[in-house]
């Protein structure tokens, strides 16, 4: 179907006017998405017959929110690589152009730059087509009434991808007559007009999330459009509005945070209790109904789980506080065991560079269908990014006491149940690392991934785990193994945990381990006992100002990493020049708050469409 093509290099502004081939999509259960199931073609003038002409309309508007120019390829690299929480990853030479993202070496001719506007005006033009007809259908009011709400909600989602990235953009809200082709860019502030008045519209017909049967979860809700009105006016720095939308969330009931951190970007997060709206996905066997999302960022080698792009930066590692173990549930490394139960383990690939993933794309090494058919949800609105607005947005109006309560009530769920800190990650030992070393007569099997930088550990000599690789299996270079806590033996991360927890803040305890190293003469185990002070984990912020403000952004980038919120982030913030010149990026103030506009739409539009400042 047309629709579902990859698109050609002709304008969208034309690509919108073409007739319309309907694929039929289906919401089959609550873990189902549309389902990819051609079943005729027709046009836009004889199709909008009946109530499930206009259902199948619908989700083919969400389908969109699938494919490749909408939220993978081109949108990673627009969102994460190219801010200081990734770097392009994957081998040197594997899609070298996405280095220019990452560098800030792009142009108007990128076609990254191209594909992600391309995909947006797809979406939207599919949820016009849906928005004129479905009204004039012989159906349920109530439920006509919905479907045009949910194709508004995903007109305006379109269009702030749009106007976050380009600024001012045509602004088409019914399909095109072939003598409109050509269209003048509206304003930003006309285009965010639009996205308002949509969501508001939306917010006023859609349902609450537990109004909805299991068949129709995904769906978008009432708590969805508050959420992303919410976002909007941060954007607009409407902090009064933003405020009152993210507090109809909170006050709704409908949301609250998934307890355990680790849970939310697996099978079983999937539409959880902070869940406001993901994209829904899912595998099969003939395929068409998951997403390349997970795919383009899954492992890269062995076990062969993706392409390896969008590398978690090391930046991103110094941002997280002491024994922060969202550190953990973000970035997956070589010689960790993969977190589906497999019990396989990431094998190092020596072609790519500081080999690391993230976990939060990660798909189970067993779906159904190729790996391009991927089945994860992709998080757009969470339970706890309301709460960081409502922080910021209480702030904003002079109400530090609110801030620090939502802000705190992030970081406590962030602790995950824990209390002590001595600043490492502990994680238990891969099968294929026990396999490879020589562990007679030791019990634990729970060493340090990571050392954060100035922590207790670090001032007593404990180091982060180091490697290399021989024949397919790791060379420990070192690795520090726990197996007492203040006397308390430990021989797992469950048990180095509690034990941990069961210490005095502000003491300074004994810990054993082993350090593991590889010499010339093979591995040596030595035994070796640190002092070590405890720390209280992830305390809450008691700062007020700008230090406030300051954590609750940092708090905003550690718990939302690698869910390609952040470069938007920096630029409504207005650090995005500071925070990219100290990486070494060339971010140029007055050019690179926004994305050029494509030439080939400049070209095409017989010059009405200006380019934005300095491209």
Not at 419 to 433: D, F, H
Not at 452 to 461: H, I, T, W, Y
Request: with cysteine; aromatic share 8%.
């Amino acid at each position: 179907m047309d629709y579902l093509k990859k698109p050609h290099s002709n304008s969208v502004l034309r690509l919108v006017g073409v007739s319309f081939l309907l694929a039929v999509f289906a919401i089959a259960s609550c873990s189902d998405v549309v389902n990819k199931t051609p079943l005729v073609e027709q046009t836009s003038e004889n199709f909008f017959q009946n109530e499930q002409h206009a259902i199948q309309a619908t989700n083919a508007s969400y389908q969109k929110m699938r494919d490749w120019n909408v939220h993978v390829f081109s949108f990673i690299g627009l969102t994460d690589m190219i801010s200081d929480d990734a770097t392009k990853g994957s081998t040197p030479t594997d899609a070298a152009q996405l280095l220019e993202l990452e560098n800030l070496t792009f142009d108007a001719g990128s076609g990254d730059v191209s594909a992600w506007w391309e995909g947006n005006y797809q979406g939207i033009y599919r949820t016009n087509i849906a928005i004129k007809n479905i009204p004039g259908i012989d159906m349920n009011t109530v439920l006509r009434d919905r479907l045009v709400a949910e194709n508004r909600f995903l007109r305006a989602y379109y269009y702030f991808n749009l106007v976050r990235g380009y600024g001012g953009v045509p602004l088409i809200t019914e399909p095109l007559s072939p003598d409109e082709y050509e269209q003048d860019r509206a304003s930003a502030e006309e285009i965010y007009s639009q996205i308002i008045s949509d969501l508001e519209a939306a917010a006023d017909d859609l349902p609450v999330k537990s109004d909805y049967p299991a068949s129709d979860l995904g769906r978008a809700t009432k708590g969805a459009a508050d959420a992303l009105l919410s976002r909007v006016y941060l954007f607009r720095e409407n902090y009064e509005l933003a405020l009152q939308y993210a507090e109809d969330v909170i006050t709704s009931n409908e949301y609250q945070l998934l307890p355990d951190y680790f849970q939310i970007f697996t099978n079983e997060g999937e539409n959880s209790s902070e869940s406001i709206f993901e994209v829904q996905a899912t595998d099969s066997e003939e395929g068409g109904t998951g997403s390349q999302y997970a795919e383009v960022q899954g492992v890269r080698g062995q076990p062969n789980l993706g392409w390896g792009f969008n590398r978690p930066s090391r930046d991103l590692d110094a941002a997280y506080e002491n024994g922060d173990l969202r550190q953990q549930a973000t970035i997956l490394s070589p010689w960790e065991e993969l977190p589906d139960g497999s019990g396989l383990t990431v094998v190092e690939n020596t072609t790519m560079v500081d080999e690391r993933y993230n976990k939060k794309a990660f798909a189970p090494s067993d779906h159904a269908g190729a790996r391009g058919n991927s089945p994860v949800n992709i998080r757009r609105i969470r339970y706890a990014d309301v709460l960081l607005i409502a922080a910021e947005a209480s702030y904003r109006t002079g109400n530090e006491g609110d801030a620090r309560t939502y802000l705190n009530m992030v970081r406590d769920r962030a602790r995950v149940g824990n209390t002590n800190t001595m600043g490492v990650i502990p994680e238990n030992m891969a099968p294929l690392v026990i396999n490879s070393l020589d562990l007679e007569g030791i019990n634990s099997r729970v060493f340090a991934r990571f050392v954060n930088s100035g922590s207790p550990a670090d001032v007593a000599g404990a180091e982060p785990f180091a490697y290399s690789f021989s024949r397919g299996r790791p060379v420990v270079e070192v690795m520090d193994l726990f197996t007492s806590i203040n006397g308390t033996e430990v021989t797992n991360r469950t048990e180095f945990l509690d034990a941990l927890n069961a210490q005095t803040s502000g003491s300074t305890i004994p810990v054993e381990i082993i350090r593991i190293q590889h010499t010339d003469n093979g591995q040596v185990n030595e035994e070796i006992t640190l002092n070590v002070a405890v720390e209280e984990l992830l305390p809450d912020v008691t700062a007020s100002g700008q230090s406030l403000l300051d954590a609750i952004w940092h708090e905003r980038r550690v718990e939302l990493a690698m869910e390609q919120k952040r470069w938007f982030d920096l630029i409504r913030q207005g650090r995005a020049a500071d925070v990219m010149q100290a990486l070494g990026k060339n971010f140029e103030t007055g050019k690179h708050e926004l994305f050029p506009i494509p030439t080939n739409e400049i070209d095409l539009s017989n010059g009405r469409l200006q380019q934005n400042p300095n491209w």
